[in-house]
């Protein structure tokens, strides 16, 4: 709505409202009035009434068929506030739906991702292994060879400390 909300005056029939007793007309005691729709949505036929008198200054009778368009406003907006609640259970649903698949998705990936992570470590820490101990086999096999030049060594020299020493003699 915009800043030509009716007065306090205009509202004194809807139940939310604060009886305004200075603006209450003096005339016959209106009846209360029940809103039209339970949420408190739409205008009375009495809201109405006041609003053309405050605005065009023109006084509108009860049974003037004018005022059966408020009657058909306020069944549309129950219609509607009724369709816009379908509509949002609908919504809901299908929104949990998707993010229910969403989400499956989501953890079939992470668990894919982790097996694929674990097989990747498990098999890059077999390679390194394998490949350490093929690194150590052949030091092994030149720590055998320098060992054994390291004892042919020594006995050589063994063996020339001698010759000197019996050609000393």
Known sequence: ???DLPPDAILQNRPDATPAA????QSSPAPQAEPCLPDGLGLSVEDVR???AKKHNLAVP????LLMMVTIQNAFLGAQTQLQKRH???LAAFMGEQTATYMSGVEKSVSELRKTLS??????????ASDFAATLSGFKT???ICTAI?????????????LKAVQDV
């Open 62 to 65: 009860v049974d003037d068929p």
């Open 88 to 90: 949002e259970k609908a």
């Open 1 to 3: 709505m915009s800043d």
């Open 50 to 52: 006041a609003l053309l």
């Open 22 to 25: 200075d603006n209450a007309p």
């Open 119 to 128: 097989d990747v470590t498990i098999n890059g820490i077999r390679d390194a």
């Open 150 to 162: 390291i004892g042919l060594s020594a006995l050589l020299n063994v063996a020339v400390f001698i």
């Open 142 to 144: 030149t720590l055998y």
